[in-house]
């Protein structure tokens, strides 16, 4: 049955189970780029509050991405512990319920406490819907739609710093949190067109006991480690961008927010454009050729003059961070059985999470010592190509380990 033993005979997941589980991914978007418009107006609304600035900025905006990042594998351990669906279904409903909590509060420790509750919602919803993906599909359809949340979760992005700014110019602070009320229909959708996906069938329980698969911590350590790496290099341009535009002469923070939604375009484009060369390369060819194109528009990002080179160079480093992104989540799920596939997807989403925090202090580092921060995007370049020589050099021995002992097989003793 493609790849899965459902629960429910004879439905075989398809294209709307597959835009089904997409849609979730929006969520977790909208946790942080929908409030980024109407930052100043909570400034001046809750400015009579001690420490105001600092309760927006680490309370209500990136509370929910801490809250992935040590969640997520708490997430996925239930996850397989209990099963996906009813826990996904649920903390969509409940993510919309506190989401929009901020409308009807005017205490701003209460409205960080609702931000904690979007956030745990956050770490299950990402955690269990990639999970999904992975139990209803296998082989190139398994990749095509992981890869497709990336592309998603991008495109969402840009609209949503549309809508959040519009709706807050409309009725002020208030009026973004009214979209989290559509996770109420994301929840709708999951009811009627998912079921729950059942392990493999196993004769006995003793059985059972003897096949449970081990977590391959030292080949998750590994995934991860890579993602950490690649994770930092994808919100750098995101979180450092604004003060990169500033430093080539461009202050007006609407002509920002175009210009790095132009470049943020380049993730979706190279997620399409991951889509077209995975059946063809390996995941070291990948990570290689996408650790390259980093590298090229960080270089790129730190030696421009002009606002238009650096566009260039930051839309070209996006694209090759649209192809990674995908290559490593799959790589991840695909050595996963479906006993453990929860524990590493949220693994995996957790250690994603923290490259955001880590963006920050990295880049602030390299800058300091770098005398700014754009020769501090050439260091991330460099980095970026030290990356790549190190897949190159994976295959390589990969390749040699494997004629070896394909010679070993064909000569006798």
């Known amino acids: 049955m493609a790849g899965i033993d459902t629960e429910v005979p004879g439905r075989i997941p398809g294209k709307v189970q ?197 977590f391959p911590w030292l080949r998750m350590a590994g995934v991860c480690g890579v993602t950490l790496l690649a994770s930092v290099m994808f919100y750098s341009m995101q979180t450092q961008g604004g003060f990169a535009w500033n430093i080539l002469g461009i202050s007006d923070p609407a002509r920002i927010g175009v210009l790095t939604s132009i470049a943020s375009l380049g993730v979706p484009l190279g997620t399409f ?40 160079a930051a839309s070209l480093n996006q694209i090759g961070c649209g192809m990674i992104l995908p290559t490593l989540l799959i790589w991840a799920i695909r050595g996963l059985p479906f006993e453990i596939r929860g524990r590493g997807t949220g693994l995996w989403t957790a250690v994603f999470s923290i490259g955001q925090f880590g963006s920050g202090i990295t880049m602030t580092y390299f800058a300091k010592i770098m005398g700014g921060l754009l020769p501090a995007f050439s260091v991330l370049g460099v980095i970026s190509l030290l990356a790549g020589a190190l897949a190159v050099l994976a295959h390589v021995q990969t390749r040699f380990y494997q004629a070896k002992q394909m010679h070993s097989k064909e000569v006798p003793p």
Not at 295 to 306: E, R, V
């Open 18 to 214: 597959g835009f089904t589980l997409l849609l979730p991914c929006t969520l977790s978007t909208m946790g942080i780029v929908l409030l980024v418009p109407i930052v100043p107006q909570m400034y001046a609304h809750f400015s009579a509050v001690p420490n105001a600035d600092y309760l927006i900025q680490g309370g209500v905006l990136t509370m929910p991405a801490l809250c992935i990042a040590l969640f997520s594998t708490f997430a996925g351990w239930i996850a397989d512990a209990v099963g996906r669906r009813r826990l996904l279904i649920g903390a969509v409903i409940v993510y919309s319920v506190v989401g929009i909590a901020p409308i009807f509060l005017d205490d701003l420790y209460a409205i960080i406490l609702s931000r904690i509750g979007v956030g745990l919602c956050e770490a299950a919803i990402l955690t269990l819907s990639t999970t999904m993906i992975g139990d209803y599909f296998s082989g190139h359809e398994r990749e095509k739609w992981l890869a497709s949340q990336t592309a998603v979760a991008s495109i969402s992005a840009v609209l949503l710093i549309m809508v959040g700014g519009w709706l807050g110019s409309l009725y002020g602070w208030r009026g973004p949190f009214a979209v989290y009320a559509s996770g109420f229909l994301f929840a709708v959708a999951l009811i009627a067109f998912t079921w729950e996906v059942g392990r493999a069938p196993i004769a006995t329980s003793v059985t059972r006991s003897k096949v449970a698969p081990a």
């Open 273 to 312: 454009i991951f889509r077209g060369a995975t059946k063809r390369l390996s995941t070291s060819h990948l990570l290689a050729i996408e650790f390259l194109i980093i590298a090229t528009g960080f270089i790129g990002m730190g030696n421009a003059h002009d606002y238009r080179l650096y566009l260039l």
